[in-house]
């Protein structure tokens, strides 16, 4: 939940944020890095292009070129590149997720870094962050500064306007 708060107070689409938050699990400590990168607005949509029957995002950003990328690998069948992502290891992450969802091999799809690096989409599991190691520090305050952005002051004012929980808290 902290990390769909914090992809919503980052200003991302509603849309990353729960995908983003599905593979949370499944994040490698490599992925877990790439938050704080990835939650750095704003957020431009960018429209992707064609070079030589291959549908091409350049210098992508995760949360809006990456998911619109994977929903094109999974509805067309065309070959699909992701160049210079600013998180690959999100993005592999959130591939592998398309993937086991809906029963489906992204084989078209590629995916670069920020030097133009090749990543693989990894057909099997990727270590995840062990809890004994634990959400490292600038991480977690990333998410938690970026979270804060969604919550409501206490006042009187925005009770007035429907916040909060009133006389009973039932969720």
Known sequence: MLVLKAVRGAGAPLGAAEML???VPDLSTAAWHELPTALRGPFPASRPYQEGGIVKFT??????CGVAALDIALSEDVDVHVLQVDAPE???A???YIEQAFGVTLSRLVITDSTD???P???GSVPALSTADGIPDTVW???MEFAAKTYVAASEASRSGGAGAGLTDND
């Open 94 to 96: 959130l591939a592998r």
């Open 21 to 23: 938050a599905r593979v």
């Open 141 to 143: 305050r990333a998410l």
């Open 59 to 64: 210098k992508a950003r995760v949360l809006t």
């Open 90 to 92: 999100i993005t592999c």
């Open 121 to 123: 989409v990894s057909r």
């Open 117 to 119: 690096r090749s990543i």
